[in-house]
């Protein structure tokens, strides 16, 4: 059935349920919340409840399906993307390259535009899903504009964002906001162990991720932990050894970005358990509740300047990667200031 899969979205699965229900469905919607909360899944979900010939009619005269079966040629068309009624699109590397800068670019938002203004080929319905749809490019979102307000006929286009302001407010208004959260940290657990993740570490999995599982699930776990333990070794072996740990990782680990970004992570939520345990807080609001014990040790022998100056040097260095500081000099700084704090 429809949104059985979304988990710890009851108001937007509500929102969404009725539209269906009462055959009031909107011809834009834009889903707003952080990453890994169950936005995509349930824009495709909304998208397999309206295309889906298999699912539970409403009653007589509806025009939509109240819920999706999930198992009709439809419903798996969807799933895999290949329904022609059904487009979904994402953030890309520049045209004919590997890598580069993720947009979406103005090609993509026309080749929408296009297919929006053809009849539906198999169902009532056409749907459009725009994930990420912060990452358009400057002009993407003024082209897009004339289809938001001139929308074809049984068209539903969702975009699926962060933030509002990610998008100007000529394209916002057009669009029925529908909001999504962090998972409460059961529901984050129960999913990530429904997954076949043990409870200990799905626990410090779904705060870690801070109610967005989906983050959590894109990683392997036992990766994760490793990780994790790895950057806080370095932590300890910076703290003993000085300088001589501070250019040696830095050497070691200052090539790549996305690990930098990793690291900071990691070292900013340590902190963040240090100063929750300094101010006595209970163990069970430890992000790293699985070396509680460690973090009470470190945390009575630190001062409070020294914790917060940790918690500081983490957001100047998140800062000067997102200026494009190298990543070997932003680790080499953050790991020199973090030394001089602990002394």
Same mark, same amino acid.
């Given at each position: 059935?429809?949104?059985?899969?979304?988990?710890?979205?009851?108001?937007?699965?509500?929102?969404?349920?009725?539209?269906?229900?009462?055959?009031?469905?909107?011809?834009?919607?834009?889903? /707003?919340?952080?990453?890994?909360? %169950?936005?995509?899944?349930?824009?495709?979900?909304?998208?397999?409840?309206?295309?889906?010939?298999?699912?539970?009619?409403?009653?007589?005269?509806?025009?939509?399906?109240?819920?999706?079966?999930?198992?009709?040629?439809?419903?798996?068309?969807?799933?895999?993307?290949?329904?022609?009624?059904?487009?979904?699109?994402?953030?890309?590397?520049?045209?004919?390259?590997? @890598?580069?800068?993720?947009?979406?670019?103005?090609?993509?938002?026309?080749?929408?535009?296009?297919?929006?203004?053809?009849?539906?080929?198999?169902?009532?319905?056409?749907?459009?899903?725009?994930?990420?749809?912060?990452?358009?490019?400057?002009?993407?979102?003024? +082209?897009?504009?004339?289809?938001?307000?001139?929308?074809?006929?049984?068209?539903?286009?969702?975009?699926?964002?962060?933030?509002?302001?990610?998008?100007?407010?000529?394209?916002?208004?057009?669009?029925?906001?529908?909001?999504?959260?962090?998972?409460?940290?059961?529901?984050? /657990?129960?999913?990530?162990?429904?997954?076949?993740?043990?409870?200990?570490?799905?626990?410090?999995?779904?705060?870690? @991720?801070?109610?967005?599982?989906?983050?959590?699930?894109?990683?392997?776990?036992?990766?994760?932990?490793?990780?994790?333990? #790895?950057?806080?070794?370095?932590?300890?072996?910076?703290? +003993?050894?000085?300088?001589?740990?501070?250019?040696?990782?830095?050497?070691?680990? %200052?090539?790549?970005?996305?690990?930098?970004?990793?690291?900071?992570?990691?070292?900013?939520?340590?902190?963040?358990?240090? #100063?929750?345990?300094?101010?006595?807080?209970?163990?069970?609001?430890?992000?790293?509740?699985?070396?509680?014990?460690?973090?009470?040790?470190?945390?009575?022998?630190?001062?409070?300047?020294?914790?917060?100056?940790?918690?500081?040097?983490?957001?100047?260095?998140?800062?000067?990667?997102?200026?494009?500081?190298?990543?070997?000099?932003?680790?080499?700084?953050?790991? @020199?200031?973090? /030394?001089?704090?602990?002394?």
């Amino acid at each position: 059935m429809a949104f059985d899969a979304v988990r710890g979205q009851p108001a937007a699965v509500d929102v969404l349920t009725r539209a269906l229900a009462s055959g009031r469905v909107a011809h834009a919607y834009a889903f /707003v919340g952080p990453p890994g909360v %169950g936005r995509k899944l349930t824009a495709i979900e909304f998208a397999k409840a309206l295309l889906c010939r298999g699912g539970e009619d409403k009653g007589e005269g509806a025009r939509v399906r109240v819920n999706a079966c999930g198992q009709c040629p439809t419903c798996r068309k969807v799933e895999s993307g290949i329904h022609p009624d059904f487009m979904l699109i994402a953030p890309t590397p520049p045209e004919g390259k590997t @890598s580069g800068t993720l947009l979406i670019r103005i090609e993509a938002i026309r080749h929408l535009e296009q297919r929006a203004a053809l009849c539906p080929a198999e169902g009532a319905w056409k749907v459009f899903i725009v994930d990420d749809a912060g990452r358009m490019t400057a002009e993407a979102p003024q +082209a897009f504009l004339k289809t938001l307000e001139e929308p074809p006929a049984r068209t539903v286009i969702i975009l699926i964002l962060t933030q509002t302001r990610e998008l100007p407010a000529t394209v916002i208004s057009r669009c029925q906001v529908v909001r999504f959260m962090p998972l409460h940290e059961e529901e984050a /657990v129960s999913l990530l162990r429904s997954r076949g993740i043990d409870e200990p570490t799905a626990r410090v999995l779904a705060r870690a @991720s801070q109610g967005r599982p989906g983050l959590a699930l894109a990683q392997d776990p036992a990766a994760w932990l490793e990780r994790r333990d #790895l950057a806080l070794s370095i932590l300890a072996e910076v703290g +003993a050894d000085g300088a001589t740990a501070v250019f040696k990782w830095g050497e070691t680990l %200052g090539r790549d970005r996305a690990q930098m970004e990793q690291l900071i992570e990691t070292w900013w939520l340590w902190y963040r358990d240090l #100063l929750c345990a300094k101010a006595g807080g209970d163990p069970r609001l430890f992000i790293y509740g699985d070396r509680a014990a460690e973090l009470t040790r470190d945390a009575a022998a630190r001062s409070w300047d020294s914790i917060v100056g940790g918690l500081a040097a983490c957001r100047e260095a998140w800062q000067a990667l997102q200026r494009n500081v190298t990543p070997r000099l932003t680790l080499e700084v953050m790991l @020199s200031r973090l /030394v001089l704090r602990a002394a």
